[in-house]
Every structure is written in structure tokens, then in C-alpha cells.
């Protein structure tokens, strides 16, 4: 679905359009107010301080107070109205990006983790902010009409000078913004990447030291710290630029308003009570034009945010399918009841180039691919968030494409644990138990995968404390406790993807044994893409995928007898 920046902007308008109304009409209040108050006090010196009358200046006091009582309240309500609305905004855009980047069928867009998340943080709330730009914008608007209006009551020229200057200003500000605005969506842009790789960065810290790799990340890092610095100056620059030309031309025209005033004042055209009511409007305008000449360079940074949440929202779907209801999904947590059969005809796919692979009910089948970049491929395939065309062949899920399958079905039904997988803040058990599950399977899927060791470690067992990215976990037990989240969802179909490469070979060969226990029966069926020895020595049976194809099949023990090259790629 096709969306744009100023569609996310004009749909926040209108899901919000009362409070946005509400706080609109008070900040004009508010405004209407504040422009009366010198005014006000011009007529107090009028009527009241040069005709030395006590009864006029004490009620003139009374109507003076009463005023600043209603501005003062009708700013605080307004502020709170707007307040609110914005909060409700900024929740929605970002639940709205949070469920389409964890939509099932996955999204096609080229920015990293770390930009997602800042667009689903950041840019989420600052294109809320537009609902403050219009109530603002309404309220500057409304003291310069009243202004104009008091001051072409007081003197016809005086007020020509703002009616007519006005607009002139309101041009110079429309002819920067949309300057403003490609300066500041490129410094978002550079901020949100930047933000991407340091996620990233932190995510892969271990691995860095591993390899030795702290420098080179740590340049690249800096690097584009200093691109998203640039961004930044040369935004910090155009506003710098673009206010002082506003306030300088805003508080000349105050100014050339007060010079005109004293001039009639000395001439007699105009009362000291008058005098004082146009120096009062005239410092009064100077705020409004600020006020108003700031909006510009905010709606800028609205504008670019919205363009980056409309980037994420409007992505298309990777694979087709129908989208998945997740109050249903909530309610409605066992897997489908439909055959765990599996089976792949002439897919091709990355460096998969049209293998054949079949899993009927009740077996559990190795696959044994000599490139990774088979096996990535064949996962992917398998975990449904590549797009399939028919060309590119057919997987079918219980004898049925699954392009005719609600995509809902085909989620329950097949399980991809992937080798990388992630973990997340909480417990060991929040991280086992995902769905609704009995304690006896979350036992089972704990001693399968061998997590035993690990909650026995702790005193708190399997409500020890895991950090986020389960960074305060070890690889191989980060490994575990994902495995045993796969087999506590107890999916009709299960692929592994190298589960133990973390793992010792004593743990190892008990994990194989327990995944083979639990997997058991008709109702379940399990591939594992892995060249472990010791999990394909429970297999059924073994496939072998090189270059693309399957050039072998049989049993692990048949294979390592008369195949040299899968003894010596898999028995080394």
C-alpha cells in the first residue's frame, strides 16, 4: 500500500482532530488575550491615569487581572489538550511501525535494524509533533490578525504596515522551508544510520574482539558519526541562517511600527494611551513573527520524520499472503492440526539451483549442505520471508502450495529456528516460553536442548535474569535456550539450523537425543541443516546439497561408509 509522508501527517490530523481543534481555539484565546492586554493598558492610561479617575483604574484592574486570568488558564488547558493528543499519536505510529516490521510476511526495505528502530522511536514521535505545528500555527496567525486589527482601529497606516509586511515575511518563510526540509531528512537520515550501526556494533561487540576487529569498527563508526555530524552542522546552519533573516525582518517591521507611532505622538495624531498600546502591540509582534518563524524549521524536521515512518509503513510484504490476525493468533496458540509433510520441487533460490526435498510425517531428516551459502538459502526458503514465484519452483506444506495456504497456517504449521538466533531482556523462561505452553513440554524442552546446566547454575533457575541479545549469556548457551524455544512451541514442522555449533561434543550428542525423544511421533516432523555428526547420527536420513543441488541421499551412517566426500566433510 502506497503511503507518503504528508498522507502520515494528514491522518494524524484527523484521528485527532478534536483535540487538535479544542487546542486550537484555546491557544487563539490565549493569543486574543495577549494582544488585548496592551490595549488594555492604553485605554487604563486613557481613561484612567491621565483623567486621574480612581473608580475607572480600579475597575480597570479588575478587567486587566480577569484578563490574565483567562489567557493563563486558557494556554494551560490548550497546552494539556495538545500534550495529550501528541502522546496518543506518537503511541500509535509506534505500534503502527512495530507491527509492520514484525509482520510475518516480513518487509521489503533496505534499512538496517537499528534505522527501523529509529524510525519506530525517534521519527515516530517527532511526526507527532504536527499536531502542535497547527495549533501553534492557528494561535501565531490569530495575534497577528488581532494586531493588525487593533492597529488599524488606532491608526489606518500603522496597521497597513503590518497587514502588508506580514505576508511578505510569511513569503521569505515559505521560499526556505522546503531548503529546510531536504536539510533536515538528510540529517535524519545520517542520524538513523549512524544509530543503525551502533546497534549493530554493540549486538556483535564479542565476535569484534574475537576476530580482532575493534579497530576497523570503531573507524567505520567514526566515519559515519562524522557524516551524520556534517548533516547536522549544515542543518544547524540553514536554521541559524533562516531565523536571524526572520527575526531581523520581524523586528524591523515591530520597529518601523513603534518609530511610526512616536512620530504621530509627537505630531499629536495620536494620545499617550494610543502610544502606549502600539509600542506594547509592536514588541507583542515581534514575538508572534518568532513564533511564527520557528514553525518552518520544525515542520521540516516533521516533515522528514514523516517521509522516513511513511518508508517503513508502506514497505510491500516480502512473501504474499493474507495478513495474519494477531488477536486470533493470541487467543489461539496450538499449532495446525495439518499433515506435517514437507515437500520441495525444483526450488530455486539464492545458490539453490532446483533441489528436491520431501519430509513425511514422523521422520526427522538431515540435511547436509556443503557451501552455507546452500544452506542460508534453503533456510530462508523454508522460513517463508522470500517471495516465490512459480518459476523459481514449489514448496508445498500437508500436499498443499504453500501460496494457497492462509499465510496464519503456514506460521504454525512450519518453525525455522535460525542459527543466529536472538534473545531477548527478561528470564530464561520469558525467552523459552513465548506462547501458551504446560509446564510439563517446557520441562521436556528444557532437558532436550540441555538448559538444565545452565539453570542450575543459578539460584533462580529458570528465572535467572537474561540482558538484552542474551548478552550476559555464553554462545553456547545462548544456542540452548533458543533451541529450547523452538521445541516448547512444538510445531508440526521444525527446521533447525546448525542448533549446537556452540555446544561441547558431550552436550551436543545429548541435545541429538533429545531432540529425537521429543520430536518423536507422526503428528511431528524435523529437518536439521547442520553437518554435526553427532545430530544427523538420529536422523532418518541424510540429504546432501553441494553446489546448488542435492548430489547425495541415504542414511548417515550408509553416506560416511561410501561416500569419501561426506566423511571427509562431515567426519573430520
Known amino acids: 500500500m502506497a503511503i507518503s509522508g504528508g498522507g502520515v501527517l494528514r491522518r494524524a490530523l484527523v484521528r485527532h482532530r478534536a483535540r487538535m481543534i479544542g487546542s486550537s481555539l484555546l491557544f487563539c484565546l490565549h493569543q486574543f488575550c495577549e494582544t488585548m492586554v496592551p490595549v488594555a493598558i492604553g485605554i487604563i492610561v486613557s481613561r484612567a491615569v491621565e483623567t486621574g479617575d480612581v473608580t475607572a483604574m480600579l475597575l480597570s484592574l479588575v478587567g486587566l487581572a480577569a484578563l490574565f486570568v483567562v489567557l493563563s488558564f486558557a494556554y494551560r488547558i490548550g497546552a494539556r489538550i495538545i500534550v495529550v493528543a501528541i502522546e496518543r499519536e506518537a503511541h500509535l505510529l509506534r505500534v503502527e511501525v512495530a507491527r509492520t516490521v514484525l509482520d510475518p510476511r516480513g518487509i521489503d526495505t533496505e534499512l538496517s535494524a537499528g534505522e527501523l528502530l529509529t524510525v519506530g522511536t525517534s521519527d515516530a514521535e517527532k511526526t507527532s509533533w504536527?499536531?502542535?505545528?497547527?495549533?501553534?500555527?492557528?494561535?501565531?496567525?490569530?495575534?497577528?490578525?488581532?494586531?493588525?486589527?487593533?492597529?488599524?482601529?488606532?491608526?489606518?497606516?500603522?496597521?497597513?504596515?503590518?497587514?502588508?509586511?506580514?505576508?511578505?515575511?510569511?513569503?521569505?518563510?515559505?521560499?526556505?522551508?522546503?531548503?529546510?526540509?531536504?536539510?533536515?531528512?538528510?540529517?535524519?537520515?545520517?542520524?538513523?544510520?549512524?544509530?543503525?550501526?551502533?546497534?549493530?556494533?554493540?549486538?556483535?561487540?564479542?565476535?569484534?574482539?574475537?576476530?580482532?576487529?575493534?579497530?576497523?569498527?570503531?573507524?567505520?563508526?567514526?566515519?559515519?558519526?562524522?557524516?551524520?555530524?556534517?548533516?547536522?552542522?549544515?542543518?544547524?546552519?540553514?536554521?541559524?541562517a533562516y531565523l536571524g533573516l526572520s527575526a531581523t525582518v520581524g523586528s524591523l517591521l515591530a520597529a518601523g511600527v513603534a518609530g511610526g507611532a512616536g512620530y504621530l505622538a509627537l505630531t499629536g495624531r495620536l494620545t499617550l494611551g494610543e502610544l502606549v498600546t502600539v509600542v506594547g502591540l509592536a514588541q507583542f509582534l515581534v514575538e508572534a513573527l518568532?513564533?511564527?518563524?520557528?514553525?518552518?524549521?520544525?515542520?521540516?524536521?516533521?516533515?522528514?520524520?514523516?517521509?522516513?515512518?511513511?518508508?517503513?509503513?508502506?514497505?510491500?510484504?516480502?512473501?504474499?499472503?493474507?495478513?495474519?490476525?494477531?488477536?486470533?493468533?493470541?487467543?489461539?496458540a496450538r499449532p495446525s492440526v495439518r499433515a506435517p509433510r514437507l515437500d520441495l520441487h525444483a526450488v530455486a533460490h539464492g545458490s539453490l539451483r532446483g533441489i528436491d526435498l520431501d519430509v513425511a510425517p514422523g521422520e526427522t531428516v538431515g540435511v547436509v549442505a556443503y557451501r552455507p551459502a546452500d544452506a542460508e538459502s534453503l533456510v530462508s526458503v523454508l522460513s517463508g520471508q522470500v517471495p516465490l514465484d512459480p518459476s523459481a519452483g514449489r514448496v508445498g506444506v500437508g500436499g498443499t502450495d504453500v501460496r494457497e495456504l492462509?499465510?496464519?497456517?503456514?506460521?504454525?504449521?512450519?518453525?525455522?529456528?535460525?542459527?543466529?538466533?536472538?534473545?531477548?531482556?527478561?528470564?530464561?523462561?520469558?525467552?523459552?516460553?513465548?506462547?501458551?505452553?504446560?509446564?510439563?513440554?517446557?520441562?521436556?524442552?528444557?532437558?532436550?536442548?540441555?538448559?538444565?546446566?545452565?539453570?542450575?547454575?543459578?539460584?533462580?533457575?529458570?528465572?535467572?535474569p537474561v540482558t538484552d541479545r542474551g548478552a550476559s549469556l555464553s554462545g553456547g548457551q545462548r544456542q540452548r535456550v533458543?533451541?529450547?524455544?523452538?521445541?516448547?512451541?512444538?510445531?508440526?514442522?521444525?527446521?533447525?539450523?546448525?542448533?549446537?555449533?556452540?555446544?561441547?561434543?558431550?552436550?551436543?550428542?545429548?541435545?541429538?537425543?533429545?531432540?529425537?525423544?521429543?520430536?518423536?511421533?507422526?503428528?511431528?516432523?524435523?529437518?536439521?541443516?547442520?553437518?554435526?555428526?553427532?545430530?544427523?547420527?538420529?536422523?532418518?536420513?541424510?540429504?546432501?546439497?553441494?553446489?546448488?543441488?542435492?548430489?547425495?541421499?541415504?542414511t548417515h551412517r550408509s553416506l560416511s561408509t561410501t561416500d569419501p566426500t561426506y566423511r571427509e566433510r562431515v567426519l573430520r
Open 290 to 332: 518568532s513564533s511564527l518563524s520557528r514553525l518552518p524549521g520544525v515542520t521540516a524536521v516533521v516533515r522528514g520524520s514523516a517521509d522516513r515512518v511513511a518508508t517503513v509503513l508502506g514497505a510491500p510484504p516480502l512473501v504474499e499472503g493474507a495478513v495474519p490476525d494477531p488477536d486470533a493468533a493470541a487467543t489461539d
Open 130 to 240: 504536527i499536531l502542535d505545528v497547527v495549533a501553534r500555527s492557528a494561535s501565531a496567525t490569530t495575534a497577528l490578525v488581532v494586531t493588525a486589527v487593533a492597529l488599524l482601529v488606532v491608526d489606518v497606516p500603522l496597521g497597513l504596515a503590518v497587514v502588508i509586511g506580514t505576508p511578505l515575511l510569511l513569503l521569505v518563510l515559505q521560499w526556505c522551508a522546503p531548503v529546510l526540509t531536504r536539510a533536515a531528512t538528510a540529517s535524519q537520515i545520517e542520524i538513523a544510520r549512524v544509530s543503525g550501526l551502533a546497534t549493530d556494533l554493540v549486538g556483535g561487540v564479542r565476535p569484534l574482539r574475537g576476530i580482532g576487529g575493534e579497530g576497523a569498527a570503531a573507524r567505520r563508526y567514526a566515519e559515519a558519526s562524522r557524516r551524520a555530524l556534517d548533516a547536522t552542522l549544515r542543518l544547524a546552519r540553514g536554521n541559524s
Open 482 to 554: 533458543a533451541l529450547a524455544r523452538a521445541l516448547a512451541a512444538d510445531p508440526p514442522l521444525l527446521v533447525l539450523h546448525d542448533p549446537t555449533t556452540a555446544v561441547d561434543s558431550v552436550t551436543e550428542h545429548a541435545i541429538a537425543d533429545g531432540i529425537r525423544t521429543l520430536r518423536a511421533g507422526p503428528d511431528r516432523a524435523t529437518v536439521v541443516v547442520s553437518t554435526s555428526p553427532a545430530l544427523l547420527a538420529v536422523t532418518d536420513r541424510v540429504v546432501v546439497i553441494d553446489d546448488g543441488r542435492v548430489v547425495a541421499r541415504g
Open 406 to 464: 492462509p499465510l496464519t497456517e503456514v506460521r504454525r504449521t512450519v518453525l525455522v529456528e535460525p542459527h543466529a538466533a536472538d534473545l531477548f531482556a527478561g528470564t530464561v523462561r520469558t525467552n523459552i516460553v513465548t506462547r501458551a505452553a504446560d509446564e510439563a513440554r517446557l520441562d521436556a524442552a528444557v532437558t532436550a536442548s540441555a538448559v538444565t546446566d545452565l539453570i542450575d547454575l543459578h539460584e533462580a533457575g529458570l528465572d535467572h
